[in-house]
């Protein structure tokens, strides 16, 4: 490379700070690898962050000055959100510059368009950092795994529910007592929806879908159900029956079309996933020629988000060096080659199910409830019932059905619900053996 790689950092937050770091402390090993010298020209940003010490680096806190910097080679977004952020990439792409980001928001949702404007003007944009923090899962579905046909994949791709779910389970608290610990330690934001609600990982697993099924991105197509509603006594008594659960993101290929679903998921405690606890992510791909491979790590942070954007950074500058010729596609296929896919509907999918309710301690619930499922196509293979509390004449009743699909469910639940024995909603979790 005859001349260095002049890089403008947008935003100066945690992982703005972070990449800067990382950049400046590491920059000997990273230069080595670009094959070429890294240098930040410009930081844009509207107040300084005393996490990073910025020296002599031009500072301005106009971020679309950098878009429009000649002297700029890559632009760096990290300020988040996706209205600004929006528009600083297409002013940087417009202005022929290539972009790095960190946002799965902007991707999931623009990413479409952004991808066709960065071709337009021949250059690209990556976004290894989008999805699972430091974990390099976009490289490898872009790239590892490009001798596969990917048969399907799930992930626990939000930090902050995994946190709140493993501390449900080891310790028994409750979800909003563990949601506020989350908030404290600066896990949650103070308005947690888009983590607790589903809303982040469904970014983040439209992005995987695409990569791995060769499709365009269709967030709106995905079906999100957050972790609200879950109770210690569901952990309990999943732990009961061998399970563990997990908020997943689960995208799958059949010859239906493709399934794009973020819920909470009961996993088979022997299974790689059911153990990942805390913070961390992992995601599990199933591919044809390989089988099952596991990508674990650091999802969010400082230093392990920063990882994954300069690695992008360096591939660039490689890129750079060696030319169009060598450039991957943003989703890993030539844009020609991506595939309008149908998306299944919910109601049509197929899992096994774990199901709650309260029912009348009496003799002939149990068969009402067995001959409803029989209507529907459904069999049970677990049951547990509890004895009734002092006093009381209702008790949980928990099933484990085998694979059924939703649309009989929604329907066999529904008559449940209807009983005079039974009291209240039945709790519906789905069950992934994640084994094919």
């Given at each position: 490379m005859s001349k260095p790689v002049k890089v403008g950092i947008c935003g100066l937050g945690t992982v703005g700070s972070g990449t800067f770091n990382v950049l400046t402390r590491n920059a000997q090993a990273i230069n080595a690898r670009a094959q070429g010298e890294l240098e930040i020209t410009v930081v844009g940003a509207r107040r300084d962050n005393p996490a990073c010490d910025l020296g002599d680096t031009r500072v301005t806190r106009d971020i679309f000055e950098v878009a429009r910097d000649p002297e700029v080679d890559v632009l760096v977004e990290l300020i988040g959100g996706t209205t600004v952020a929006r528009d600083l990439v297409t002013e940087a792409l417009t202005n022929g510059k290539h972009v790095v980001t960190a946002n799965k928001a902007l991707i999931a949702e623009f990413g479409n368009e952004l991808f066709a404007l960065a071709e337009q003007n021949n250059v690209v944009i990556r976004?290894?950092?989008?999805?699972?923090?430091?974990?390099p899962i976009i490289k490898a579905l872009r790239?590892?795994?490009?001798?596969?046909?990917?048969e399907w994949l799930a992930g626990i791709?939000?930090?902050?529910?995994?946190?709140?779910?493993s501390e449900m389970r080891e310790k028994g608290r409750d979800f909003a007592d563990v949601l506020a610990e989350a908030q404290a330690l600066g896990y949650a934001e103070a308005d947690p929806t888009f983590d607790v609600e589903g809303i982040d990982?469904?970014?983040?697993?439209?992005i995987l879908a695409s990569l791995a099924f060769?499709?365009?991105?269709?967030?709106s197509s995905v079906y999100a159900e957050g972790i609200t509603r879950l109770t210690t006594q569901d952990v309990e008594y999943a732990e009961e029956l061998g399970y563990r659960i997990k908020h997943l993101g689960v995208a799958k290929q059949s010859d239906e079309g493709v399934e794009l679903r973020v819920h909470p998921t009961l996993i088979p405690e022997s299974r790689l996933l059911a153990n990942v606890n805390g913070v961390k992510n992992a995601v599990l791909v199933e591919g044809d020629a390989v089988g099952p491979t596991l990508y674990y790590g650091a999802g969010a942070g400082a230093e392990p988000t920063a990882s994954a954007v300069v690695a992008d950074i360096v591939d660039l500058a490689r890129e750079l060096?060696?030319?169009?010729q060598c450039r991957v596609p943003a989703l890993g296929f030539a844009t020609d080659a991506l595939q309008d896919l149908p998306i299944v509907p919910m109601e049509r999918v197929s899992t096994a199910w774990y199901l709650r309710m309260e029912a009348e301690d009496k003799p002939?619930?149990?068969?009402?409830?067995a001959s409803i499922f029989s209507d529907q196509g459904i069999s049970i293979e677990a049951l547990i019932q509890k004895a009734p509390a002092a006093g009381e004449t209702r008790v949980p009743l928990i099933l484990l059905t085998n694979k059924a699909v939703q649309g009989n469910v929604d329907r066999a639940v529904a008559s449940i619900e209807g009983l005079d024995t039974i009291s209240g909603e039945v709790t519906r979790i789905r069950v992934e053996a994640l084994d094919g």
């Amino acid at each position: 490379m005859s001349k260095p790689v002049k890089v403008g950092i947008c935003g100066l937050g945690t992982v703005g700070s972070g990449t800067f770091n990382v950049l400046t402390r590491n920059a000997q090993a990273i230069n080595a690898r670009a094959q070429g010298e890294l240098e930040i020209t410009v930081v844009g940003a509207r107040r300084d962050n005393p996490a990073c010490d910025l020296g002599d680096t031009r500072v301005t806190r106009d971020i679309f000055e950098v878009a429009r910097d000649p002297e700029v080679d890559v632009l760096v977004e990290l300020i988040g959100g996706t209205t600004v952020a929006r528009d600083l990439v297409t002013e940087a792409l417009t202005n022929g510059k290539h972009v790095v980001t960190a946002n799965k928001a902007l991707i999931a949702e623009f990413g479409n368009e952004l991808f066709a404007l960065a071709e337009q003007n021949n250059v690209v944009i990556r976004y290894e950092a989008a999805v699972a923090g430091g974990i390099p899962i976009i490289k490898a579905l872009r790239e590892g795994l490009a001798g596969n046909r990917i048969e399907w994949l799930a992930g626990i791709i939000n930090g902050t529910g995994n946190f709140i779910l493993s501390e449900m389970r080891e310790k028994g608290r409750d979800f909003a007592d563990v949601l506020a610990e989350a908030q404290a330690l600066g896990y949650a934001e103070a308005d947690p929806t888009f983590d607790v609600e589903g809303i982040d990982a469904a970014h983040k697993l439209v992005i995987l879908a695409s990569l791995a099924f060769g499709m365009p991105l269709q967030f709106s197509s995905v079906y999100a159900e957050g972790i609200t509603r879950l109770t210690t006594q569901d952990v309990e008594y999943a732990e009961e029956l061998g399970y563990r659960i997990k908020h997943l993101g689960v995208a799958k290929q059949s010859d239906e079309g493709v399934e794009l679903r973020v819920h909470p998921t009961l996993i088979p405690e022997s299974r790689l996933l059911a153990n990942v606890n805390g913070v961390k992510n992992a995601v599990l791909v199933e591919g044809d020629a390989v089988g099952p491979t596991l990508y674990y790590g650091a999802g969010a942070g400082a230093e392990p988000t920063a990882s994954a954007v300069v690695a992008d950074i360096v591939d660039l500058a490689r890129e750079l060096g060696a030319g169009q010729q060598c450039r991957v596609p943003a989703l890993g296929f030539a844009t020609d080659a991506l595939q309008d896919l149908p998306i299944v509907p919910m109601e049509r999918v197929s899992t096994a199910w774990y199901l709650r309710m309260e029912a009348e301690d009496k003799p002939g619930v149990l068969s009402q409830i067995a001959s409803i499922f029989s209507d529907q196509g459904i069999s049970i293979e677990a049951l547990i019932q509890k004895a009734p509390a002092a006093g009381e004449t209702r008790v949980p009743l928990i099933l484990l059905t085998n694979k059924a699909v939703q649309g009989n469910v929604d329907r066999a639940v529904a008559s449940i619900e209807g009983l005079d024995t039974i009291s209240g909603e039945v709790t519906r979790i789905r069950v992934e053996a994640l084994d094919g």
